[in-house]
């Protein structure tokens, strides 16, 4: 099936490519310069191996990965609107919605990107604002050899022998906001009724060593082995198993709650051919099973992928996707600020 | 060399005064260079002593091994029949003014003065009477709220002796304190600073390049070359009797001839014969022993 | 020729040219500061008088933002907590660095030379990099926690992070160079016979510092305090990440609202008030030094 499609997606695209005005030889975005906010290293390695460089090669088009923050980007993009500065950016779920606010994307439809057809159904959040490439789940993540019972849920972080070993994101990290919504609706809350949450997070204050925005700095903590229990993406609870930390996944009974990361095709770029050509081939199955690969992240389209490499993401398969929760991010997004500030003053 | 300063003491009292400062094969060498090589000398109690010679001989380098700033190479260094060259400049009865006078800028000249009194632990109004006793000795007692920067550079000489004083210091170092001084002033200041170290009759050792101050202020002169006591005498003595072609060359104005020793007399190279019994001339030996290289005429 | 004419002359040779010239010789400068600075912190202060919470086509003029931050309890105590931080890391900056700085001051050329170029370089690492080093530094496999264990003065390794002793060192040693350099350049012009004139004077070594060169650095010391307090006071990288959640500073905070609540009016009126503290520090600090000069 794999194959199959792959094949059908290069006669796509040679189709287009024929169909083009003839201009002998010329290829149809040579001079073409894409801008788009990169997510750092392998990410991007990876994205211009499947992505930037068969179009290149296909079709002349550049593209540049700009440093810095998705939230970065998605800032100086809503700055600038008549000007911005990227064709495409890059962000996760959170940040979609100011951008859907500040009516900056571009719908994406099938007819100009032929691709969305394989994305998993019922995964977009926001309709046909944004296009999903890789979900990112919140998992617990505990050191197999400084913890004796196994860790099943947010709630079992709160347990005594877990005293001056947790570690958490704060809500800076949607991670954060992943396990505090866990814990809502785990309690009888929810996004309007957070309180349940607090409750719980106040049960396990006592076993914090530090709450943290940086994904980097939670890792490390883990890794010196300053905290041994804690949540964390499960691409990134891979990467330490991978490196040999006796770092165990489990998906918590409370549910796999995610965020997906989304292209999000500008308003106002002087290129929109390119953009959708750049955004069909960023949804084919070599780009997404790539990713998938390399990151352990879930995939958001039908793309096979092998066994090995299934069973590490948690939420592959009919059975995983059935475990994914999806949430309102624009409600989240209008709360979000009381809950910071309502962790900063309870959690400190 | 180890000398034995209480014993020097003892047995001088017998004799006569102690020396309130004694430097005995005192040396300071840096890697090759010589600063200072074997200098004795005894200063007895109230004497004025010149170190005298040209910049680089050593003096000022004397001054700071006695003031206790340089460690000597080798040699000891007695102030008043106590062995100091181990001890820090804190510990050593001296008190010393500088070229450069380094009042204290964020002091007022009365502070300045009470400086090394608040140190030793002298009661509040002990102090003060000390420090207008001072200075008014200096003649600046009107201006003890004002700021050093604020002094005319003689004023700020006074402060400084002043200071050097308050303490009633065994032994005053001087260290050029005119030559940062218009000619006229200097003069002026010179007798100024004479009178009232007479006055009080403090030892003081007294560090210039100015053969003409040495001579008007010493009781006794050292001249030094290179590291070397050329010779130490009273003003009188250095001036007439120069010990060496050195010492008459640069005190006072002279006028020297080469020439050859026979027949009891002295005969320059253009021809002119001075007898032996004849004064007032002086005869300087020369590297070789026929060669008599100078003489030294009176004053010219 | 008398001195009106010499004067006329001057004058006719100056100039509108000369009268000027200064002006295009600092317009450059003036320029980049006008449109990278003044600007910037104008629009600032603009922002931070926004009504509402958007950051975007915000309009209007209130002053919701200055009381929401000014009469809660939390802010102000943050706002204390921030400038008791930046004491503590500009004393111990001035307790770590005025000995270092003295000894530069008075070193030979050839030294301080050295001695320099080893106090700048760590100012050339990217700060993300230091805080991480801290952290594996003070981490429970770290070097201060094997040295205390193999020393036998404790059993097993401690928890030396996230607290706030572990923020004041950290950010001691990011700042520490500014505190140097200030004393470093003050004690430079102290002449260094006036410390004999005070060991002369009966004074040990601990009287001379205490009476001569503490007072005649005091300018330098006093740049340096200001220097490293309004560094510290604006750190938000050292304290998320050495501090975690129980240090809690203001420049957090600020980063908090404007990067990821995209509330910018907020933000903007604590970076106001915290630039008002600070600027006033200076100010007062300033004035000081030009009543004191030397």
């Not at chain 1, 002349?60 to 609107?81: E, F, H, N, Q, R």
């Not at chain 1, 944004?130 to 505990?142: A, C, E």
């Not at chain 3, 200055?66 to 931080?85: P, Q």
């Not at chain 3, 020393?151 to 572990?166: E, H």
Request: net charge neutral; proline share 6%.
């Amino acid at each position: 099936m794999q194959t199959r499609r792959t094949f059908l997606v290069s006669t796509v695209a040679a189709g287009a490519v024929l169909a083009a005005p003839a201009i002998v030889r010329a290829k149809p975005f040579d001079n073409v310069t894409l801008t788009l906010n990169g997510f750092g290293g392998d990410f991007d390695r990876i994205m211009k191996e499947t992505v930037a460089d068969p179009l290149k090669a296909e079709t002349g088009l550049d593209v540049t990965y700009a440093p810095g923050g998705s939230s970065a980007a998605v800032a100086k993009t809503i700055a600038t609107p008549d000007n911005p500065p990227f064709d495409i950016v890059l962000c996760d779920s959170p940040s979609v919605p100011e951008l859907i606010k500040a009516d900056m994307i571009d719908p994406v439809t099938p007819d100009k990107v032929p691709n969305v057809a394989n994305l998993l159904p019922g995964l977009p959040e926001f309709g046909q604002h944004g296009v999903p490439f890789m979900i990112s789940s919140s998992v617990i993540t505990y050191n197999t050899e400084e913890t004796q019972t196994p860790i099943a849920s947010y709630a079992d972080l709160a347990r005594p022998d877990l005293e001056g070993r947790v570690a958490l994101f704060n809500l800076e990290n949607t991670g954060g906001v992943l396990y505090l919504l866990a814990m809502a609706e785990a309690n009888g809350g929810g996004i309007d009724n957070i309180d349940p949450a607090f409750a719980a997070l106040e049960r396990i204050k006592p076993n914090i060593v530090t709450l943290t925005s940086s994904t980097v700095s939670l890792i490390q903590l883990f890794e010196q082995r300053e905290a041994t229990a804690g949540a964390l993406w499960n691409g990134r609870v891979f990467a330490m198993q991978n490196a040999g930390q006796p770092m165990a996944m489990v998906a918590p009974s409370e549910g796999i709650y995610s965020l997906m990361s989304y292209y999000n095709p500008i308003k106002g770029t002087k290129h929109p051919e390119a953009v959708a050509t750049y955004l069909n081939k960023a949804l084919s199955d070599e780009a997404i099973g790539a990713i998938a690969n390399f990151f352990r992240y879930g995939p958001t389209t039908t793309v096979d992928l092998p066994k090995a490499v299934a069973d590490t993401i948690i939420t592959f398969g009919p059975e995983g996707r059935a475990k994914i929760k999806t949430l309102d991010w624009t409600k989240i997004a209008e709360k979000r600020s009381g809950w910071i500030e309502r962790f900063n003053r309870t959690m400190a | 060399m180890k000398v034995n300063f209480e014993d020097v003491s003892d047995a001088g009292s017998a004799k006569q005064a102690a020396p309130i400062l004694r430097l005995d094969g005192l040396s300071k060498h840096y890697g090759d260079v010589i600063a200072v090589e074997d200098l004795s000398l005894d200063v007895a109690d109230g004497e004025f002593v010149s170190l005298l010679g040209p910049s680089g001989c050593g003096k000022t380098t004397t001054l700071r091994m006695v003031a206790g700033f340089i460690k000597p190479t080798a040699g000891r260094i007695g102030i008043a029949g106590k062995d100091v060259t181990a001890l820090p400049p804190y510990k050593r009865d001296t008190g010393m003014v500088f070229q450069n006078y380094a009042l204290f800028p964020h002091m007022t000249v009365a502070e300045n003065v009470a400086f090394g009194l608040e140190n030793l632990g002298v009661e509040r109004s002990e102090r003060m009477t000390r420090v207008h006793e001072m200075l008014r000795m200096v003649e600046l007692d009107h201006l003890s709220d004002r700021r050093p920067a604020a002094l005319s550079g003689g004023q700020q000489q006074r402060v400084a002796l002043a200071r050097a004083l308050a303490l009633q210091p065994a032994l005053l170092l001087l260290d050029e304190p005119f030559s940062n001084l218009d000619a006229q002033l200097r003069v002026r200041l010179r007798e100024d600073m004479t009178r009232i170290i007479e006055r009080i009759g403090v030892t003081t050792l007294f560090v210039t390049h100015d053969q003409e101050e040495a001579l008007a202020l010493s009781d006794r002169i050292v001249v030094m070359s290179t590291g070397r006591v050329e010779q130490i005498g009273s003003p009188g003595e250095i001036y007439e009797r120069p010990s060496s072609r050195f010492v008459a060359d640069f005190i006072g104005q002279c006028t020297i001839l080469d020439g050859t020793c026979a027949d009891a007399a002295f005969r320059s190279v253009n021809g002119l014969r001075l007898p032996f019994e004849a004064p007032p001339w002086r005869l300087f030996a020369g590297a070789a022993s026929r060669t008599c290289t100078g003489g030294r005429g009176g004053r010219s | 020729m008398n001195s009106s004419s010499v004067a006329a002359r001057g004058t006719v040779r100056v100039g509108p040219s000369g009268r000027y010239a200064w002006i295009a010789l600092t317009a450059p400068l003036a320029i980049v500061l006008l449109l990278f600075l003044v600007v910037p912190i104008l629009s600032l202060l603009r922002a931070s008088f926004f009504e509402g919470d958007r950051s975007f086509n915000a309009s209007g003029v209130s002053l919701e933002h200055y009381l929401r931050f000014l009469t809660d309890s939390y802010y102000l105590n943050v706002m204390l907590d921030t400038l008791g931080y930046g004491l503590a890391t500009a004393l111990l900056c001035l307790v770590l660095g005025f000995p270092t700085g003295y000894a530069l001051a008075r070193a030979k050329p050839h030294w301080r030379r050295w001695g320099l170029i080893i106090i700048i370089l760590p100012l050339t690492l990217s700060l993300v990099i230091v805080v991480f080093g801290w952290l594996v530094v003070l981490g429970r496999q770290g070097l201060v926690n094997q040295v205390l264990v193999f020393t036998g003065l404790i059993d097993k390794p401690i928890r030396l992070l996230f607290n706030s002793p572990a923020v004041i060192i950290v950010l001691a040693q990011q700042f520490l160079p500014f505190m140097v350099l200030s004393v470093m350049s003050v004690v430079g012009h102290i002449d260094p016979t006036l410390e004999q004139a005070s060991a002369n004077l009966r004074a040990n070594r601990w009287t001379t510092f205490r009476k001569v060169i503490v007072p005649l650095s005091l300018p330098g010391i006093l740049s340096g305090l200001t220097l490293v307090f309004v560094l510290s006071v604006s750190a938000f990288i050292t304290p998320r990440l050495i501090g975690g959640h129980r240090v809690q500073m203001l420049g957090s905070l600020i980063y908090e609202q404007i990067i990821v609540l995209l509330n910018w009016p907020f933000g903007a009126a604590m970076s106001a008030v915290l630039f008002t503290v600070t600027l006033t520090i200076t100010l007062i600090v300033n004035k000081w030094l030009k009543s004191h000069p030397g």
